[in-house]
């Protein structure tokens, strides 16, 4: 079953990640509504000019919008992962196959694991070999700790074993880990807050001086050399977002 269903960067597997229940076509439906409305206010407030560049940025703001939402259910899967590997390694312990086992998580877990278990299990119901199913799921929650999982289940089928015993293995590891990234956050919490300020205050005031005096941003929007301006300042930015973002991201 492949998930790559229509291309381009609000396709049908874009929208999964983000855990959207919405068609593709009904999500651009929306980006170009929105395009619309940031568009006249661009005209009212300044011209022509302002309106492209806040049409323009709405396809952007969705892309954002996406990839926050589906960074946020990657997360919420992380953090439920140790509670789910207990649900799995307890059903096999009750005599069941993995792929009961598995049945049985989706079933118990919370949302976003439930979604994921439960596709796991159907996508297996109807042909697809079961360690390719983890390994997209780990691919596609770009998840180490379920990879392993993945790897674990499928040794175990080659060369037999206690698979129970060594989901719990498993599950102690990805515990512990998910204390240390609970530690770095929390120690790391003041340095994110610092970029977002950053990020944020040059655009909250351009918006202000919109408001409130919009031809003080009419020399920028009303020459050549104003438009060259915006467009190294707004590179400078991306650059500088990109960085901070480098900065204060941990990986394990």
Do not use: C
Request: charged share 20%; aromatic share 6%; hydrophobic share 50%.
């Amino acid at each position: 079953m492949e998930r790559t269903v229509g291309g381009g960067p609000f396709s049908r597997a874009k929208l999964e990640d983000a855990g959207l229940r919405i068609s593709p076509p009904d999500f651009l439906i929306l980006v170009l509504a929105a395009m619309a409305v940031f568009g006249l206010g661009g005209l009212v407030l300044n011209g022509p000019g302002l309106a492209i560049l806040f049409a323009a940025m709405a396809p952007l703001a969705a892309l954002a919008y996406l990839s926050l939402l589906a960074d946020r259910r990657r997360a919420k899967f992380d953090e439920q992962l140790g509670d789910n590997i207990l649900l799995i390694s307890g059903g096999l312990r009750a005599g069941h196959s993995i792929l009961r086992s598995i049945d049985a998580a989706a079933q118990e877990a919370a949302v976003p694991s439930s979604e994921e278990f439960a596709r796991i299990v159907n996508e297996t119901r109807v042909g697809r070999d079961l360690d390719e199913a983890l390994t997209e799921t780990a691919a596609r929650m770009k998840s180490d700790d379920f990879a392993w999982i993945g790897q674990a289940i499928q040794i175990n089928r080659e060369v037999g074993g206690n698979l129970a015993e060594v989901l719990d293995h498993v599950g102690e590891t990805i515990r512990e880990r998910a204390e240390i990234k609970a530690q770095v956050k929390a120690l790391s919490a003041e340095g994110r807050l610092s970029a977002i300020i950053l990020i944020a205050l040059p655009i909250g005031i351009a918006l202000m001086l919109m408001v409130v005096n919009p031809k003080y941003l009419g020399v920028l929007t009303g020459s050549i050399l104003g438009w060259v301006m915006l467009g190294v300042g707004a590179v400078m930015m991306t650059i500088g977002s990109l960085w901070l973002r480098k900065i204060i991201q941990i990986k394990f």
